[in-house]
């Protein structure tokens, strides 16, 4: 959700949330409800950038704050619920912060597929090299990579090019080459030729 338009929708949820738990604290002086703090606490350092997480941080610390303040028959078990959400949520925030680091990664590493040792097609058709003698540079180049699994996302950054530039390279491709699925594409990467 980080930098996404619904960010700050959701850290005003998270805070909201925050705030009416600390009205239910203070509205219940001898019952804690500080736990369910844990709640909107973790969603908003698990799902927010670095910047809007810490405002809602912040937010939970004053709510805190204020509940230790003005609560004094719990007290101790306010500052205890507190400290345990919080430790909670940090290290809920340590590991969101380690697995998106993972995660953005893995996106960068792309499984080579050489397109001198992919099998021949499956389906027994043999593609005439005619075929793909009719596709012009571009298409050639987006067919290989696309043979190769790149998204059209991914092809159109690697050859600036847009997005729909690179479905309807995709689309005319497909057309010359008689087939209608990525996979067909990827069957016969062999007769494409080498990398672009």
């Keep these: 959700m980080a930098g996404s338009p619904w960010e700050g929708v959701t850290a005003g949820l998270c805070i909201g949330l925050l ?28 799902m927010l950038s670095s910047r809007v997480a810490a405002l809602v941080a912040i937010a939970a610390t004053l709510f805190v704050g204020a509940a230790v303040a003005i609560e004094t028959a719990n007290r101790m078990n306010v500052i205890l619920i507190g400290v345990a959400v919080f430790v909670t949520a940090v290290i809920a925030r340590v590991y969101a912060t380690a697995l998106a680091s993972v995660l953005s ?11 001198w ?13 005619h ?6 540079r571009r298409e050639l180049q987006v067919a290989r990579l696309g043979a190769e699994g790149y998204t059209a996302a991914e092809i159109g950054r690697r050859l600036n090019i847009g997005v729909r530039t690179v479905e309807s390279h995709l689309a005319s491709a497909y057309s010359k080459l008689r087939i209608s699925s990525r996979v067909q594409l990827v069957r016969m990467a062999s007769q494409l030729g080498g990398p672009p």
Excluded: H, M, Q
């Excluded at 990664?105 to 397109?115: N, Q």
């Excluded at 075929?131 to 012009?136: D, E, F, I, W, Y």
């Design 117 to 129: 040792i992919t099998p021949a097609p499956l389906d027994g058709i043999e593609r005439s090299s």
């Design 131 to 136: 075929a793909v003698r009719s596709l012009t």
């Design 105 to 115: 990664s893995r996106r960068r590493i792309r499984p080579v597929v050489k397109s």
């Design 19 to 46: 705030g009416a738990i600390l009205v239910a604290e203070l509205l219940t002086p001898y019952v804690v409800v500080g736990a369910f703090a844990l709640i909107p606490l973790l969603a908003g350092l698990w």
